[in-house]
């Protein structure tokens, strides 16, 4: 009996932590914090190879491509819209491919520093693809994990491009 009752104080009190954590993730200002990604960002993809990604802001929403270069010269270039839904919950990238293909990404900050969302075939919103997670280390350094069921395929970091 003395167990249950210095049992219950403590379980209410990890269950209000928790209702409390999760509370304050859905009240980041998810408009605010995509400001960090705005600008030109550079990541090595290989070797001579590098992923460049620029961000420019448009109304409320972003345009931004990928450009990816190899010996200094662009050999892909991926452009998209980065947009909200959601009553700005949740972040919408598209990045149309070179063969016509299009990916969607829906995510959003999970804290002031992380950005987590989900690739989708646009076709069936379904069909995941994999999962990014970008982490700002500094404001002109974050790293971006890819991962195939949960498992990590790819990690790039992105160092801003100063110009």
């Not at 167990?3 to 304050?24: G, V």
Request: proline share 3%; charged share 25%.
């Amino acid at each position: 009996m003395i167990i249950s009752i210095f049992a219950l104080p403590l379980i209410a009190l990890c269950f209000s932590m928790n209702l409390h954590a999760q509370s304050s993730e859905t009240n980041l200002d998810q408009v605010e914090l995509m400001k960090q990604f705005i600008g030109k960002w550079a990541a090595e993809a290989g070797k001579d190879s590098t992923w460049l990604w620029e961000i420019t802001p448009s109304n409320k929403g972003y345009v931004h491509a990928f450009y990816l270069e190899v010996k200094g010269k662009t050999v892909e270039t991926l452009p998209g819209i980065y947009g909200f839904a959601d009553d700005y919950r949740k972040t919408n990238l598209l990045i149309l491919y070179q063969d016509g293909f299009i990916s969607r990404d829906i995510g959003g900050f999970v804290s002031d520093n992380k950005y987590v969302a989900e690739r989708f075939y646009p076709q069936d919103n379904k069909t995941g693809l994999g999962t990014w997670e970008c982490t700002f280390l500094t404001p002109d350094k974050f790293t971006a994990i890819f991962k195939v069921e949960g498992v990590k395929e790819g990690e790039f970091i992105y160092i801003r491009v100063k110009e």
